[in-house]
């Protein structure tokens, strides 16, 4: 069964999907760059140095999707890789990114003793097509992997999002947050690294979440 707390013999995959359209030029890259940063050093600190607690996985999308890296620990992971973001990537294909996130969790299944993988979707616009990204999500929560089923985490950065919409996508309505500021992305990415603290295993961690203060 999946573990009720991560550690390194139960480490936590946390997959990573990015939007980097257009509109996510300038600060938002800027700000979201940073928050990646920071939340590795969080993640750094809590591992001390031993066997990692964490894989990351981390996919950009636009037009087109990106693997940017597959299971990397944080100990070992191209930090200056995954903070590259520019919002230079045209439209946003949020389905093909999402179906990307199940592919990479069919070939990075875990075992059955890891904890229980989670998504953390971020956008800032609307998706080229709703209905597919809805059927593409839809299929990314009912994926069963060794690790167990996937959660899926939706972040709705800046004013031009439909949170209405990004709450169908989410495992739960609470589970997709509204980034009203690119700020706020300072705030919550780093408190990732935090969550293995929660009691309880994926259930508490996923309260911590609905519950973190934006």
Known sequence: MP????????????????DDSGSM???????LNEAIS?????????????KPYFKL???????????????ESEQK???????????DSGSTDMTSALMEAAALLKRRPGKPTDFDPFVFLLTDGNPDNRDSARKAAEALRQLEVAAGRPRLIVLGLGDAVDMTFLSQLATSSE??????NPRDL?????????????????????????????
């Not at 030029?25 to 700000?31: M, Y």
Request: hydrophobic content about 45%; some cysteine; proline content about 3%.
């Open 38 to 50: 920071h939340m590795i050093s969080e993640m750094e600190l809590i591992s001390q140095g031993n």
């Open 77 to 87: 992971i191209d930090r200056a890789k995954v903070t590259s973001l520019a919002g």
């Open 3 to 18: 573990a009720q707390r991560v550690s390194r013999n139960s480490p936590w995959h946390i997959v990573f999907v990015l």
């Open 186 to 214: 300072g705030k919550f990415f780093p408190a990732i690294g935090t969550f293995v603290g929660a009691d309880g295993g994926a259930g508490a961690i996923e309260q911590t979440i609905a519950d973190i203060d934006i």
């Open 25 to 31: 030029s300038g600060e938002p890259a800027r700000q």
């Open 175 to 180: 589970l997709a947050r509204h980034l009203k």
């Open 57 to 71: 996985s981390f996919i950009i999308f636009g037009s087109n999707y990106h693997v940017l890296c597959e299971e």
